[in-house]
Structure formats: C-alpha cells, structure tokens
C-alpha cells in the first residue's frame, strides 16, 4: 500500500543524546515536511523539503536538523540543543509544489518524550 | 505571517445531531485542508478545499476564498467523530501549511 511510514511510534531520550526520527513515503511525492505539535495546539511546521538535497527551516527549526538523501527519505534528528523535545512529530509529503496548492499527506506520528 | 482561527474551540453534541465547524485565515490562500485527528494521534485528510464545495457521505466542507473563510459540516454525527478537526492553510512559496488551534468535537451516544 502506498503511504508514509515513520517510526518509531514512541520514543525515549535521555539528556544530552541526539535522537533521529524516520520518515519513509512510497508516494513518489516530491515535497516533505516535518512538524511539532503540543498538547492541545496545532502543529508547526520544523522543516520542509521541496525536493532531493535541498530543505528549508521552517517556523520552529532550532534544535533540530534534517537531511534528503533519497526522495522516499526525509529524516528529523532532535539534537541536544532542543530543550524542550517532548512533544508529537509528524511527517507529511505532496506531489510537486506548485505555489502550494496540493495537498499534504501525513504519517501517524513519532512521540518523543525525555527520560 | 497568516493567521488561522478556529471556531467554537470546544463542541459536544448528542449523537445524530448536526454541526459546523468554522475556519477563519487573513489572507489569499491556495491550499486549505480539513483534517481529523483521532484520539491515537492520527491525523486524517477530510478535504482538499481551497474553494467551492465538496461532500464526503456525512461531510461536506465549503471554502469562500474571496470571504477568506471555510466551513466544515457534519451531519448525523456519531461517537466515532470525535476527535479534534484541524484547518490548515498555504500560502505563496513552499506549500507549508500554517494550522488553526482547532476544535474539540465530543460526541455522546
């Protein structure tokens, strides 16, 4: 079946460590996104990536740091930088961007929590 | 940048009643999306809408761009629409959605 994949579905960090988040998408889509979401807020956009070797900080990059090696791969290292990284990521791609205007699809999400 | 507000932030309805959800955002807009989220966190497309009218069995959703709002309509809601219904908006460059706070839709059987 066609879809994005992340994993893990939960995940622990302890202080200081690095941790990285996986994003996989077999829909051929060109553009993916990363975004945060607290308890009872919408989400917010960390990084995007229109297509392979290139992405852009979005509203909420710091502490974070992303790579797009592969266009099916685009995955989110919280580093330790970020101090507050308890909250639920979600990825998400579209087909090629053209002013924005196609939707976006999204996986079920990583909870990261510290330990 | 753009702001996206939701209204009411909060509903409980009687299972089987009618509602709608509103989506308020303060400028052009040429994506806006319809999304549920399910109490496991998962985050379901309802509508592409950017304008005009669509319908989904019990859903419908209407984007006014010129007005700068959308509406989501639920009829005969059921328990299994519970959940948080999120609007999302993009703008110019980039294809990255900005989303409202939400609203919390409880439904009692």
């Known amino acids: 079946d066609g879809g994005i994949t992340q994993s893990p579905k939960y995940l622990f960090r302890k202080e200081g460590q690095n941790v990285t988040l996986s994003c996989e998408q077999n829909?051929?889509?060109?553009?993916m996104y990363w975004y945060r979401q607290d308890p009872g807020q919408g989400l917010r956009l960390i990084y995007y990536?229109?297509?392979?070797?290139?992405?852009q900080k979005g509203d909420i990059a710091e502490g974070y740091s992303v790579s797009r090696e592969k266009k099916e791969s685009f995955p989110l290292t919280v580093t330790s930088a970020q101090k507050n990284p308890t909250a639920f990521y979600l990825c998400?791609?579209?087909?090629?961007?053209?002013?924005?205007?196609?939707?976006?699809?999204f996986g079920d999400g990583t909870r990261l929590s510290i330990l | 940048g753009i702001q996206v507000e939701q209204s009411p932030p909060d509903l409980i309805l009687q299972e089987g009643a009618n509602s709608t959800l509103r989506c308020n955002f303060s400028?052009?807009?040429?994506?806006l999306q319809w999304f549920h989220q399910n109490p496991w966190g998962q985050l379901i497309n309802l509508f592409y809408?950017?304008?005009g009218t669509k319908q989904n069995g019990r859903l419908s959703a209407t984007t006014v761009a010129t007005e700068r709002y959308s509406l989501l309509y639920i009829s005969s809601s059921q328990t299994t629409d519970s959940g948080v219904y999120f609007c999302a908006v993009a703008y110019n460059q980039g294809g990255k959605l900005i989303f409202g706070q939400g609203t919390e839709l409880s439904v009692k059987p």
């Open positions: 998400a791609s579209s087909s090629r961007v053209h002013r924005g205007n196609q939707p976006q699809h």
């Open positions: 809408i950017p304008s």
């Open positions: 400028d052009s807009v040429n994506n």
């Open positions: 990536s229109q297509i392979v070797n290139d992405f």
């Open positions: 829909l051929n889509h060109d553009a």
